[in-house]
């Protein structure tokens, strides 16, 4: 542990598996606080033991953050339980990709309930005490997909151009006037359980009979380029991150 981040409060939302348990890890590493946030419990419960093993504070809050009311009481326990709160890193989301014509409705409005909605209220809700502060950092985990579309991704970057989007209004809005920083990180393919919950069997298949040829990225290695972006000097707001595989051409 090194400490750059002793004394910060973080909430990483979408922390019981895969890339935000990997981000809550490392920020608890370097000494911060940290609010874990997602709906399986038994998760975030195993991760807080883990984290309280590296001698950090955490705060479990399970919530199923599309709904606005769980999203803003997670953000208001964690500034009331621990005090501040410094990094908000976005992050839950899920990713059902599929042919249009085909699509499940249901996964349409669930991949925007969540990817979408989720970080409209859980950062609404964040300003107040970043403005109060004076300062804050809101780490958005969008995707290639939020810079590229293709077909089959339609819904899934139709929610991460919409991240990106409010990322840079954000940043135009408040990182001048109110010294809150703004970064989005966009992830080519990451190994972890976002492709289990594809609902479209021969779309699920293809890609992941396409992506197991690669190498694929690593949880902690998104988790590094968070840290990356959120241990910066306060002069310095890392925009954009966009990280890929190497084998993903
Ligand atoms: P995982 O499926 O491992 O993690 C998704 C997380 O989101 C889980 O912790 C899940 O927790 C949480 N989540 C889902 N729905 C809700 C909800 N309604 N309320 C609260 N939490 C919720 O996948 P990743 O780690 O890969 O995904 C994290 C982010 O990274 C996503 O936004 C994804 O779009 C993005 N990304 C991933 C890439 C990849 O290749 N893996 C590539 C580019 C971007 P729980 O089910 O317990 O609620």
């Known amino acids: ?28 590493e370097e000494g911060a606080s940290v609010c874990i946030v997602a709906r399986r ?14 001698g950090s504070k955490v705060l479990v809050i399970p919530a199923d953050l599309s709904d606005q009311a769980q999203a803003k009481g ?46 409209l209220y859980v950062t609404h809700a964040a300003l107040p005490t970043f403005r109060a502060q004076g300062a804050g950092h809101i780490v958005m985990v969008s995707s290639v997909s939020g810079r590229f579309t293709s077909p089959t991704s339609n819904v899934y970057s139709v929610t991460k151009f919409g991240v990106n989007a409010f990322a840079e209004s954000l940043r135009q809005e408040f990182s001048a006037k109110h010294k ?51 241990t910066q000097p306060p002069r310095v707001n890392v925009n954009e991150i966009l990280i890929r595989p190497t084998d993903q051409g």
């Open 180 to 230: 809150i920083r703004v970064s989005v990180i966009e992830p080519g393919v990451v190994a972890t359980e976002l492709t289990d919950h594809l609902t479209h069997q021969a779309t699920r298949e293809t890609y992941v009979a396409n992506t197991s040829k690669w190498e694929r990225l690593e949880s902690q290695d998104i988790a590094a380029a968070i840290l990356y972006a959120v």
């Open 41 to 54: 419990e038994d998760r975030l419960q195993s991760l807080a033991e883990r984290i309280r093993g590296m």
């Open 74 to 119: 997670a953000v208001e326990r964690t500034v009331a339980e621990l005090g501040r709160l410094d990094i908000l890193v976005n992050n839950a989301g899920i990713m059902l990709l599929g042919p249009a014509a085909e699509a499940s409705l249901e996964d349409w409005k669930s991949m925007i309930n969540i990817n979408l909605m989720a970080v």
């Open 1 to 28: 542990m090194s400490n750059k981040l002793n004394g910060k409060v973080a909430l990483v939302t979408g922390a019981s598996s895969g890339i935000g348990e990997a981000t809550a890890l490392a920020l608890a």
